[in-house]
Structures are given as structure tokens and as C-alpha cells.
Nanobody, 125 residues
Framework: QVQLVESGGRLVQTGGSLRLSCAASGFIGARYPMGWFRQAPGKEREFVGAITWNGDNTYYADSVSGRFTISRDNAKDTMYLQMNSLKPEDTGVYYC??????????????????WGQGTQVTVSS
């Protein structure tokens, strides 16, 4: 079965860095676009970034552009989110997701078919 497992979230100070990982199994991850979303307490889930199946193209929310970088290692079926210059407003649960069936916008959470369980990122001020 399809499974996505995020890891790497933890408490970090403002200005610090983290790298999140998303390990995929149950499908050939190298063939599908994937994305990162986050959800802060009391807020809706929001788009963070996405990457095409071959890694040639990446897309970011304005709020993280220039600070976050998405990459993938298709040989390991793993996607990464490198987060630098972290701010308290980056706090939230970070989810990875994959588009297996839909071919819609990578910015739209509704276009993703499977999700991980999330990993908590907390940025202290």
C-alpha cells in the first residue's frame, strides 16, 4: 500500500535550519510529483512547495521562497525540504503528499491523493 512517512521535525530557534524527509513506499515515487504542505494551529493547511517527478521544476509559496528548498532522490524514493532562516510563523505540522492519479495544480491540496502523517516543526522566538 502507498505510504508516506515524514521525519526531521523538531524545536529550533529563530534563524535556524532543519531538513525534513519524506520517505515513500508502495509506489514508484520517481514517477510522480510531490509536495509539502503545513498546518499551523487554528489555521488551514497551506501549500509550502512542490517538485515535479524528475526534480527539474520546483514551486514555492511566497512566504518560503528563497528560504526553503525542495529536492528529491528518486533512487531512494525520498523527498526533502531544506528549511533555512526559520521564523516563528513557520511553526506547524508539515505534511508531504503525492499526486498519483490527479494531474491538477501542484499548489492545490485537493489534487494530491496520499498524505503522510505529518511532522511537527516548532520555531521559538
Amino acid at each position: 500500500q502507498v505510504q508516506l512517512v515524514e521525519s526531521g521535525g523538531r524545536l529550533v530557534q529563530t534563524g535556524g535550519s532543519l531538513r525534513l524527509s519524506c520517505a515513500a513506499s508502495g509506489f514508484i515515487g520517481a514517477r510522480y510529483p510531490m509536495g509539502w504542505f503545513r498546518q499551523a494551529p487554528g489555521k488551514e493547511r497551506e501549500f509550502v512547495g512542490a517538485i515535479t517527478w524528475n526534480g527539474d521544476n520546483t514551486y514555492y509559496a511566497d512566504s518560503v521562497s528563497g528560504r526553503f528548498t525542495i529536492s528529491r532522490d528518486n533512487a531512494k524514493d525520498t523527498m526533502y525540504l531544506q528549511m533555512n532562516s526559520l521564523k516563528p510563523e513557520d511553526t506547524g505540522v508539515y505534511y508531504c503528499a503525492v499526486q498519483l492519479y490527479n494531474g491538477g495544480s501542484l499548489y492545490d491540496a485537493r489534487m494530491y491523493d496520499y498524505w503522510g502523517q505529518g511532522t511537527q516543526v516548532t520555531v521559538s522566538s
